[in-house]
Nanobody
């Protein structure tokens, strides 16, 4: 059973940056696709970014393109660097892992989830 723990959320002013980390309990996630999603109350979980097990292929949701960067710091740590933050980026951010994803952008494809970390961007 893979456990994921996010950290790095907090309060930041618009235009600022935050670095979210996702720590996995197992090194086996180095062979998994790692995804980042976010959610606000009353809305569906939104795809933010994903990185394949190779660490080379990355994908971004429309709101993240050009501002966010996903990377693997190590076999067990995945990072989401968020720059030029906007108030509409305010949400709970989750990391997730899937061993064989049919699609990296759909939350239902991911088997393992962290508990989430709150990101609040003030205007």
């Amino acid at each position: 059973q893979v456990q994921l723990v996010e950290s790095g959320g907090g309060l930041v002013q618009a235009g600022g940056s935050l670095r979210l980390s996702c720590a996995a309990s197992e090194r086996t996630v180095s062979r998994y696709t790692m995804g980042w999603f976010r959610q606000v109350p009353g809305r569906e979980r939104e795809f933010v970014a994903a990185i394949l097990w190779s660490g080379i292929n990355t994908y971004y949701g429309g709101s993240a393109k050009g501002r966010f960067t996903v990377s693997r710091d190590s076999a067990k740590i995945t990072v989401l660097q968020m720059n030029s933050l906007k108030p509409e980026d305010t949400a709970v951010y989750y990391c997730a892992a899937c061993q064989q994803c049919d699609t990296y952008s759909y939350w239902g494809a991911y088997k393992y989830w962290g508990q989430g970390t709150q990101v609040t961007v003030s205007s």
